[in-house]
């Protein structure tokens, strides 16, 4: 290129703003990276001083298309925001004709930082038409910014766009958006993605508006397992404001969603839930998946008067119960409830034998060290303890007696007093509920077979990647990783003949089967479970059992 006189440039764009000659001052400022910086500087003075209709589109032109100026002058940038905030009407009407991708995408900036409602029709109008990546982009972010309503369904369009990045960045816009029609949008792209599927209800989450609570409480009921883990875990985060729709949740005639209420209410930990969980016991449902959640979630609230209602649930016909009502009363132990467990217990007879062996093996050290001055209680709990109660079972009362008065029973307890058994399998048990772990934990104990127990998904994954178990045991409904991620997971390693997995629902939760199916399990049981029917579900699957 040949040597630019600087001298004349200048006194070309002198010239051309005079004559207001727009095309020829474009020309002559797309050669200000080939001069002086001195020169740059008084050419861009010259044409700040022009009139707005002017030097904002020469000012457009050299921040849009000359970087390396733009940066070494960055107050150019604020002197084009104050002639736009003074003239808005000349960058609205050089949006509308420029042809430059660039510009436009640059102008479309400049529209959102400074607020510019006026701009939404034309933005809106290239979200419908155009299809360059960039522009598209800068328009979206600009409508975030200026937040006007009526750009939702423009922008909700583009959730289906193919472009990962500008789907992404439609979510997050339709988030700043904030309006139900936003919310709508955006929980009507759910089911197609598990991982925008939870990028999604963050958003919805961080609304901050009553629609958006709605709309998560909604999605309690949803039909994907992965859609549901995520809205009960942006619930839980919500806390106190999401109690009264879980509470109303409570009177629904829908087992898992009243399930999956008890489960937040429980992780929520406020005790303005204890009123509506202790009416729906008193309501005595059928369920007794309900009853189980009922009672695991007081077991995790602040109880005060009302705990000795506690006591009844150690009189529910299924085990599963009777270990999640036992713990809920060793944590909220007190005289009252410690009566109440007296009584069911006194008369010795096979239900206060079956009583004890609950309180053993949910590891109950509050029930066990008030009652263990009793002889109806301590020679049952302590032969319990010798002949049948799991290893760990055994050593967590051998820890809590060792430096009590009755640490002389440590030794008829200790863990390696146990005789050894012939295990049949190799299982591993994987829940985010603590509580269905400790019942896994008894039954697999009491059938014979080897346990290891996994709170977090991720977690067993990892595991089997190192140790292959003989057959997984998987809840469906669990945080960040479900059961069907997890056996999708777990197909990666091994075929279903090399790694059989059951999957361990809720009876309503039929809906996922196909899911589940699909994802690679094995089988499927139905909570609440028995040591019969897992032993059954293991025996179909695995031969050669001794």
């Known amino acids: 290129m040949s040597k630019i006189c600087e001298q004349h440039l200048l006194d070309e764009i002198r010239f051309d703003i005079e004559a207001k000659d727009l095309l020829k001052a474009k ?6 990276e080939h001069v002086s910086r001195n020169t740059q500087k008084r050419a861009l003075y010259e044409v700040s001083q022009a009139s707005d209709d ?39 009407d050089l949006f509308s004709k420029t042809k430059d991708p660039i510009e436009m995408a640059f102008l479309a900036e400049v529209a959102g930082e400074i607020r510019l409602d006026k701009a939404t029709p034309l933005l809106i109008d290239v979200l419908d038409k155009g299809d360059d990546i960039k522009i598209i982009g800068s328009t979206l972010i600009s409508l975030g910014m200026i937040g006007d309503p009526s750009s ?42 598990p991982e925008l599927d939870r990028m999604i209800i963050h958003t919805i989450a961080n609304v901050q508006i009553p629609e958006a609570l709605e709309k998560l409480n909604e999605l309690l009921s949803s039909k994907y397992a992965h859609v549901r883990a995520a809205a009960k875990q942006k619930l839980g985060e919500i806390g106190t404001m999401s109690i009264r729709f879980l509470i109303n949740n409570l009177k629904r005639n829908d087992t898992d969603l009243i399930i999956h209420s008890l ?25 007794a998946n309900i009853r189980f959640a009922a009672y695991e979630a007081l077991g995790r609230l602040p109880l005060d008067r009302g705990s000795f209602a ?3 649930g150690l009189e529910d016909p299924v085990d599963n119960v009777r270990s999640a009502a036992a713990k809920a009363i060793d944590q909220n132990y007190n005289p009252v409830l410690a009566g109440g467990v007296r009584n069911l217990i006194r008369s010795g007879n096979a239900q206060s034998l079956s009583i004890v062996g609950t309180i053993i093996n949910s590891q109950c050290g509050n029930i066990f060290m008030d009652l263990l001055e009793e002889d109806f209680f301590k020679e049952p709990a302590i ?28 030794e008829h307890i200790a863990p390696d007093r146990l005789p050894e058994k012939k295990v049949k399998l ?92 699909s994802a690679g399990v094995n089988g499927i049981i139905r909570k609440p479970f028995t040591e019969t029917i897992i032993d059954e579900a293991l025996k179909r699957l695995v031969v050669n059992l001794s």
Request: aromatic share 6%; proline share 5%.
């Open 27 to 32: 020309l002559v400022l797309a050669s200000l």
């Open 54 to 92: 002017f030097s904002i589109p020469l000012l457009a032109g050299v921040l849009a298309n000359s970087p390396n100026v733009s940066k070494s002058f960055p107050q150019l940038r604020e002197t084009m925001f104050s002639k736009v905030l003074d003239s808005p009407n000349v960058l609205l």
């Open 152 to 193: 939702v369904e423009a922008v909700g369009k583009k959730l289906y766009s193919d472009n990962d990045e500008i789907v992404i960045l439609a979510m997050h816009i339709l988030g700043e958006l904030a309006t139900p029609d936003a919310i709508q949008k955006l929980s009507e792209k759910l089911g197609q993605n």
């Open 263 to 287: 489960n937040v209410l429980g992780d929520i930990g406020d005790t303005a839930a204890i009123a509506g969980i202790r009416n729906l016991l008193f309501n005595e449902p059928k369920d």
């Open 310 to 312: 506690l006591a009844a």
């Open 383 to 410: 032969q319990y303890l010798t002949d049948k109660a799991h290893p760990e079972t055994r050593a967590f009362y051998s820890r809590i007696l060792k430096n009590t008065a009755f640490k002389d029973l440590v």
């Open 426 to 517: 190799k299982i591993f048990a994987v829940d985010d509920s603590k509580m269905v772990l400790n019942i896994y934990r008894t039954a697999l104990h009491n059938l014979g077979y080897e346990s290891m127990l996994f709170e977090y998904p991720a977690v067993a994954i990892e595991r089997v990647e190192k140790a292959k178990p003989d057959v997984i045991l998987t809840d469906l409904n669990m945080p960040n990783i479900t059961g069907i991620d997890l056996t999708r997971g777990v197909r990666k390693m091994y075929t279903k003949d090399e790694l059989p997995i059951i999957m361990v629902t809720t009876q309503n939760e039929g809906q996922d089967d196909d899911a589940a199916y």
